[in-house]
């Protein structure tokens, strides 16, 4: 700049203030920093009379916009954060089974009912050559009729009361047996004696007046449902189906030994279809066999036993 007077020397040109640069240069690496240089920055311009005052605003101005988007950006990610964790929680808690439930069995169901030529026609009770463990008279051969088709019982036992609805339709003289077993007082008194918990087999066995898993009538009876739904020579009889909770089946050691013993099964079990299915246990009475399972096995070790605590069968009621 040329000094208006000749001869006199021009001043010399204002310097930049060194904080707008900083404010300026710290926007892009540190924010926060920038902003505060930017403060600084204008406020000794204000009193010096130094340049710098646009690189000083440019600095704010640049230091605001990055501090608002880095808040943004950890607003919105930690709304990602919380989004995704509630769906893996959902995801989780639809697809995990509480851990006091047992694995579900899996397998083929059991067959649908197709009712035999022969049905109830003619019911057999041969005698064993082992005696009947407690006196009882057997069941009346011949012809049964299948009306009704649901007949209720009940099986009082120290547990509390198991209700039952044998089912008549498709397994008629394995219902004459049980109910005429029931009236006699063959169960009265008795223990059951065997208690399964293993994931694929959870049932109450019961109906064995020794309670030693080997008493019985005094004599044994075909199979009926579901072992009737195959031929003999069919492999599938010797695969296992899943028996579904509330099921009543008899107990047996093969095909047509059946007498006294029965399962009662509070949840799906795996079991070939050698089994006859008779009856269903009702809501109550799941939840007494639930209390029993629940005490496991006597001992405290294993999944299949006698059970920790007592079930004793008071009494059976039919009708």
Do not use: W
């Not at 050559?129 to 009940?154: F, H, L, N, Y």
């Amino acid at each position: 700049m040329q000094s208006p007077y000749p001869g006199t020397p021009a001043p010399p040109p204002r310097p930049t203030n060194s904080l707008a640069i900083a404010s300026l240069v710290c926007a892009f690496v540190l924010a926060p920093l920038g902003v505060v240089f930017g403060h600084m920055s204008l406020s000794q311009i204000k009193r010096t009379g130094e340049q710098g005052r646009g690189l000083a605003i440019a600095g704010l101005i640049v230091g605001y916009l990055v501090m608002v988007a880095a808040i943004v950006v950890v607003v919105v990610g930690v709304v990602m954060v919380v989004f995704l964790a509630q769906s893996l929680e959902e995801f989780d808690n639809a697809h995990r089974r509480p851990t006091n439930e047992p694995t579900p069995s899996t397998g083929d169901p059991l067959p649908a009912f197709d009712p035999p030529a022969t049905l109830g026609s003619n019911c057999q009770y041969p005698t064993t050559t082992e005696p009947a463990d407690k006196p009882v008279q057997t069941p009346q051969t011949g012809r049964t009729s299948t009306t009704p088709p649901s007949i209720p019982a009940t099986i009082v036992t120290n547990r509390g009361d198991i209700g039952l609805e044998l089912d008549n339709a498709k397994s008629p003289c394995t219902v004459r047996n049980f109910t005429n077993l029931a009236r006699q007082g063959f169960f009265d008194d008795t223990r059951c004696h065997r208690l399964s918990v293993d994931p694929g087999l959870r049932l109450l066995q019961c109906g064995d007046p020794t309670a030693t898993g080997t008493g019985g009538p005094g004599y044994r009876f075909p199979n009926e449902y579901p072992s009737n739904q195959y031929r003999l020579t069919d492999p599938a009889l010797k695969s296992d189906v899943v028996y579904p909770r509330g099921t009543l089946a008899m107990a047996n050691s093969g095909l047509g030994t059946n007498g006294s013993q029965f399962f009662l099964i509070f949840d799906d079990s795996m079991l070939p279809p050698q089994y006859t299915v008779f009856g269903k246990i009702g809501t109550k009475g799941l939840a007494v066999l639930e209390n029993i399972a629940s005490a496991g096995v006597k001992g405290g070790s294993g999944d299949d036993g006698e059970p920790a605590v007592e079930v004793t069968i008071e009494s059976v009621a039919v009708g």
